[in-house]
């Protein structure tokens, strides 16, 4: 597949790059996107919540009534799951959600991801570029000829480039990541992918392993 090569005026440089069929070509794979996906939210948890059992509750100890013959669910001290303030059953403790995934699961998770951009024509490539500072405006200026402002907009570079991600950090619909930190989730949750030249071979060089 070959699409054109834009400056950053939303022009036609004349140039032309051929999509990898081996990343950009294969039949989606939905499980694995699934799998990917679930993975990377587990992730995001904080898994900090936490409730008191009955052991860690502060309350006497004392027997509140006899054994049997009360009418009622038998229990012991004020702490019981069974009186109002009392402790809770099998309640949450803090954990870790995360789980591990094949590396060949996530490598074939992030291509089905990235074939579902290429048949939807949601990847613009553009010549790499830079700013010499920080500056929002430019960004927008540069989403506005891309024709892809008010767009979740998912800007791939080659490499870390502290002036382009502090220049679009403000913006609720812009995310600026590394070609090797490309994750299945971030590729979907975008409308549209803006990768420069170079991050196309640096893509290539992370998922052709």
Known sequence: MEINVLNINGQETGRKVTLNDAIFGIEPNDHVIYLDVKQYMANQRQGTAKAKERSEHAGSTRKLGRQKGGGGA??????????????RVFGP????????????????ARKSALSYKAQENAIIVVEDFNFEAPKTKEF????KNLKVDGKKVL???PEANKNVYLSARNLQKSEC?????????????????????????????????
């Open 93 to 108: 403790t803090p954990r870790d959600y995360g789980f591990k995934l094949n590396k060949k699961v996530k490598a074939l």
């Open 140 to 143: 927008v200026n540069i989403a």
């Open 74 to 87: 038998r229990h012991g001290d004020i702490n019981s799951p069974l009186l109002r303030g009392g402790g």
């Open 155 to 157: 800007m791939v570079l």
């Open 177 to 209: 990541i590394i070609a090797s930190n490309i994750n299945t989730y971030k590729v979907l949750n975008a409308d549209v992918m803006v990768v420069t030249e170079n991050s196309l071979k640096a893509i290539d060089g992370v998922l052709n392993k």
